[in-house]
């Protein structure tokens, strides 16, 4: 990492020796604030979103056999490709942009859709072509789906039949979630407010999300396409940043806890990891993890081979991966 983008987020650059592991903690190493992490289906690799800035910032693949990093979006991507009968609301490609959340529609061949939240000259949902086939994963800018207008800023997004996809608003004066849909557009999600809506999952027939509840410290599940909408929390006890599905149709919730909530006293931890029941509401903490000065702030989890991986930024230059 350069001086200069060490500067810009405060923090020193981490020597070499800073991805040896720290006690059972081992390390992916080689990327910057990876802030978002999504398993490709039948593959050996893992896309992480890293940031650089409030505007810029590379994705990655990640081998689960040899725990390499490499950059393929900005660098190495191919040419674009406007899909303009499905994004035709899209103005143009965008090659410079913070990426944030990611999700996957599965497609065939290894060939899947990759949307990646887009910060920076334009708040959007930039889309990709990816192609997993290959010796490395490469990603083909298609279209994006421009924000829903008045939000403060998308965070998560969840794919959802019928080619919709779900997304959250995150803004801890009061957030919610909404959808978009092909024909029609965005629309905002009925009864779905809440303050700091961050992380999000859906079930694989679209009637519940499963929303990580910042500010609340919860895992709230809501239901979808349904009048007498249905709002659930299960608390968690940390701020839940991301939530990704996990083994035995378990979501696992990752976060952190940077602040007491009140005037007593908490313990303070880098990365928090909990894998939650949605069905019992049975809580299972996994993951404790104070940090160090090359892991900061944890933002997700996934389970990979038995692992659970945990991406990090605000100074973060790896991914911690845990023992199960």
């Known amino acids: 990492m350069s001086i200069a983008l060490a500067a810009l ?57 040899d725990h390499s990093a490499r950059e393929i979006f900005p660098a190495g991507a191919p040419a674009p490709g406007h899909d303009t009968s499905t994004y035709g609301a899209c103005p143009g490609p965008n090659e410079v942009f913070q990426p944030h959340g990611l999700t996957l529609r599965e497609g065939a061949e290894a060939v899947h859709t990759l949307y990646v939240v887009g910060h920076g000259a334009r708040e959007a949902i930039e889309v990709f072509e990816l192609d997993a086939g290959g010796a490395q994963p490469t990603m083909t800018w298609i279209g994006c789906i421009p924000a829903p207008e008045g939000t403060r800023r998308i965070n998560s997004i969840t794919a959802l039949p019928g080619g919709a996809l779900g997304a959250t608003n995150f803004d801890t004066a009061g957030g919610e979630l909404w959808e978009w849909h092909p024909t029609t557009g ?24 499963y929303v990580g509840g910042w ?71 996994l993951v404790d993890y104070e940090g160090n000065e090359f892991f900061r702030l944890g933002t997700v989890a996934i389970d990979v081979d038995g692992e659970i991986w945990i991406c990090g930024i605000r100074g973060s230059f790896g991914i911690a991966r845990f023992p199960r």
């Open 186 to 209: 965005w629309v905002e999600v009925p009864g779905s407010q809440m303050r700091g809506p961050n992380g999000l999952v859906s079930s694989d027939d679209g009637a519940w999300f």
């Open 215 to 285: 500010s609340d410290r919860a895992l709230v599940r809501v239901s979808r396409g349904r009048d007498d909408v249905e709002v659930d929390p299960i608390p968690v006890g940390f701020n839940v940043d991301n939530v990704r599905w996990g083994p035995e149709g378990k979501v696992i919730v990752a976060g952190h806890v940077t602040r007491c909530p009140d005037s007593d006293a908490c313990d303070l931890s880098a990365a928090r990891v909990a894998e939650v029941d949605a069905t019992t509401r049975a809580v299972r903490q």
């Open 9 to 65: 987020f405060g923090v020193s650059a981490p020597g070499a020796q800073s991805c040896e592991p720290d006690g059972a903690v081992r390390f992916v190493c080689g990327t910057t604030n990876p802030e978002d992490l999504y398993q490709v289906p039948g593959t050996d690799w893992v896309i992480a979103s890293g940031r650089y800035s409030d505007s810029e910032g590379p994705v990655y693949a990640i081998n689960i056999q």
